[in-house]
Structure formats: C-alpha cells, structure tokens
C-alpha cells in the first residue's frame, strides 16, 4: 500500500523465534491454528497460538468487509507512530513500565531480578549462556510458576511473611547471600527450580522410595495452601540423593500439613511453624529429630479431636481431604482418586422418615443429630451413584452403591459398607473408633 519492501521487523527471544517466524511472519496462520496446545513447546508458543485465534476472531467480527479493513489499515499506517522511551535505570524503566503499561503484560519482579543478577556477569558469551539458562527454568515452571519460585525462596532465606514487594525483599534477604551472579544461577536458582518441577508435578525420581514420595507429595499439593513448598524445596534440594531421609521427611510434613489443614491453622501460624522447620532443616537435623515435625501426646490429641468431630461441616476442601486420606490409608495406598467426581454421602440419612426402619434404628434424635456428620457415617462415592441413593433404606442404598458392571466401589470406605447388615448406633461407635485408629495408625499418632 505504501511501497515499503516486506520484511521481518519484530523479533522474539530466541528460543520463540523460529516458531513465530514460521508460522506468523510467514502467514501460515491457518497451519497455525491446527496446532495442538498440548503438545507445543512452552507457554509463550501456546499464547501465540491463542492470541492468534482471538485476534482472527476479532478482525472477522468488526471488519465484515474488505473496504473496512482497508480503511483500518490506513489509520494505522496515517494516524498512529510507534514512540521509544528510554531511562537512566533500570528502577526508572520499572517505573516508567507499570505506569505505561496499565493494559498490557505485567513486568514481573523476577524481570527486574534477571536484570539484576544476569546484568552483573561481564563476559557477552557467558551472559548469552545464563540468559538461555534463566529462560529455560522460566519456560520449564510457567512465567507465574517461575514468579511463584522467587516467593519461595525469599521464603526460604527470610522464614518470615513478606511484609513489603517480591523485589524488596529479594534484595534485602537473598542478594547479600549471593552477590556471584553465576553462583545465585547454578547453586540456589536452578536446583531450587528442579525441585519444584519435581514438586508441581510429584515426579521425583530416586532408585528406592521415590514412588512414596511422590505419593506424599501429591496428597500435599492437595492441601488449600502452598506454605508447604518452601521447606520441602528446601529439604529436596540438600537431601536429593538421599531417598530414605527424603521419604520420611516428606511423611512427615504431609501429617504436618494435614494436621494445620484439618485444625484451620491461620496464614500466620504456617508460616511461622514453616519458618522454624526452614532453620531446622538449614541445621542438618534429621527429620525425626526436628521439633517442628514432631507430634507429641498433646498434639496427637488435638489431632484426633479434630478428626473425631463433625468431618462434614469442615469446608468442602477440608472434608475430601480427610475422608480420601483415610481411605488411602485403608488401601495402603493403593487407590487413586479424581476429585472431580467425588462427593461425600451420609449413610444415616441427614433428614428420615420418622415411622421407617432408620427411626427405629436411631430413636433419639439428639443420639442421631450427634453423628450424622462424624466420619464413621460418610462415605466417598461418584456423583452419579450419590444422587440415585438419596435417603433410601440401609439395604437399597448399599445395592445402589455396588450396583453397575463391576459391582464393586472403587473407595475401601465405600466397600466396607456392604459388610453391615444394620447401621445402627452401635456400628456406628465401633466403626468410629476403628476409623480413628486407622488416622492414628497411619499418621503415627500417639
């Protein structure tokens, strides 16, 4: 249109450039959009392909012919300029980009960190070498996996709730500690990234024991918060080659974990039981031995009063933990669940007919109010099977929850069910008990 000769005048990182060259600067669009999310290479590749889509979408939405679009690319071409700002400093251009870019991308602390930490290495190869590295881990964690790394190292080095910015802290608490950029890079950064791709997706690897880790580590990433991560990335980065004192480390921060989680432990309070197991672990001291880890008589009984009372009222969250943590350990571990078919079914209904078998089984009603919510009275099963029961007799409800082409409940708790031809308050109390011994058992409880 304007007689300018046609040629590639935006560049990405290197490790994107080919991919949007090939496809973008090529005009291969169509190519493009046939492209399986799943099996791109990193995030940025996968932003390309979506915002490609959206903004296809958007041009055949507003510009329905082709006099419009022609018009549009006049504007552009007439009325808009593209305007370069530069700064002093780095802090000035941080500042200058958050307020310019209100609509845009946001400038993460750790681009400010990388500026920081890669600025400071002389050498223009080596420089080239830790950017890769550095754009590696970031492409490997997601951008905000790799935001959220940061936060767990300050975590690491502070062992304190973060009072000011991500950047602030980072400067004051892990900087002075690490002034070699090629050290901070090498010896902090990427053995803590490693850790937590291993973290995120439970696959740490080890010739023995790494298959319970693994196990732990996925019920912990169940847990409503990540005040977790920051020992065990800790803990995994100096004890990785020692598989057995890893496997009891992580059994034991997952009772830890479970415990604040069931007894509703405050931000407050993780983080400063997080912050003294972080000094206990920077001490060397094995995990049996650690205080923060340690449960004795008095937190045991806490412990249990909390998975003796009403399990149902818990938050939804809360209640699938437990319920699943304790069929898992009725199957040694052997099961697997998807949460996204769970639900929790009252075996003694919440609401019964008062002249049928349940209210001869369970006259008292402050008897029947006293349990319905207890663990012993719930049980795990698929949506489908929860709503075809509803408030049926003992007997229909357990034909329904075996009923279907295996017969069989694929959760322990279910199954042990059948086995009872009544459910009355006694079952009840000894199946109670039974079940608190399991907890008892399994998390090694006093």
């Known amino acids: 249109m304007e007689g300018i000769q046609s040629k590639p005048r935006l560049s990405l990182r290197e490790r994107d450039q080919s991919f949007f060259h090939k496809y973008v600067q090529g005009l291969a669009l169509q190519n493009l959009l046939q492209l399986d999310l799943a099996h791109l290479e990193n995030e940025s590749q996968r932003n390309i392909v979506e915002n490609t889509r959206y903004l296809l979408a958007e041009l055949e939405r507003r510009f329905d012919t082709p006099e419009k679009l022609e018009n549009f690319v006049r504007f552009l071409l007439a009325r808009c300029y593209l305007v370069a700002v530069s700064t002093p400093t780095q802090e000035s251009a941080f500042r200058v980009f958050s307020v310019m870019n209100s609509r845009g991308l946001d400038l993460q602390p750790t681009d400010i960190i990388k500026a920081d930490i890669i600025g400071k290495i002389p050498d223009e190869h080596i420089r080239k070498v830790y950017t890769d590295k550095w754009e590696g881990m970031e492409v490997d964690l997601t951008r905000s996996g790799f935001n959220e790394l940061f936060s767990y190292i300050r975590m690491i080095y502070a062992k304190d709730k973060a009072k000011r910015s991500l950047l602030e802290e980072f400067r004051e608490h892990v900087f002075p500690q690490n002034s070699d950029p090629i050290t901070f890079i090498d010896e902090v950064l990427e053995p803590f990234s490693a850790a937590l791709s291993e973290i995120r997706t439970a696959s740490y690897t080890a010739t023995t024991g790494a298959e319970s880790v693994n196990s732990y580590i996925r019920w912990l990433n169940r847990i409503d918060n990540s005040d977790w991560i920051p020992p065990a990335l800790l803990f995994l980065k100096e004890n990785k080659h020692k598989p057995a004192r890893v496997t009891r480390f992580f059994k034991l921060l997952e009772r830890l974990a479970a415990f604040m989680h069931v007894y509703r432990c405050n931000v407050n309070q993780r983080i400063e039981t997080y912050g003294f197991l972080i000094a206990e672990i920077e001490d060397g001291i094995d995990p049996d031995d650690m205080e923060e880890l340690y449960f004795d008589e008095e937190w045991s009984e806490e412990f249990k009063a909390a998975l003796d009372g009403d399990i149902y009222r818990l938050t939804p969250r809360r209640r699938n933990y437990i319920i699943l943590r304790l069929d898992s350990f009725i199957s040694d571990g052997a099961a697997t669940y998807d949460p996204k078919v769970l639900t929790v ?8 007919d008062e002249k049928g078998e349940w209210a001869k089984w369970w006259p008292d009603e402050e008897e029947r109010k006293a349990w319905t919510h207890r663990i012993a009275n719930l049980v795990p099963l698929n949506k489908k099977r929860n709503s075809a029961a509803q408030n049926y007799k003992f007997l229909e409800k357990c034909k329904i929850y075996f009923s ?43």
């Open 345 to 352: 079914e009252h075996v003694l209904p919440q609401t019964i």
């Open 404 to 446: 279907g082409a295996k017969s069989v409940s694929s959760y322990a708790l279910t199954s042990q069910v059948i086995g009872q031809k009544r459910w009355t308050p006694e079952v009840l109390k000894a199946r109670q008990e039974h079940l608190i011994k399991v907890f008892m058992d399994g998390w090694e409880l006093h």
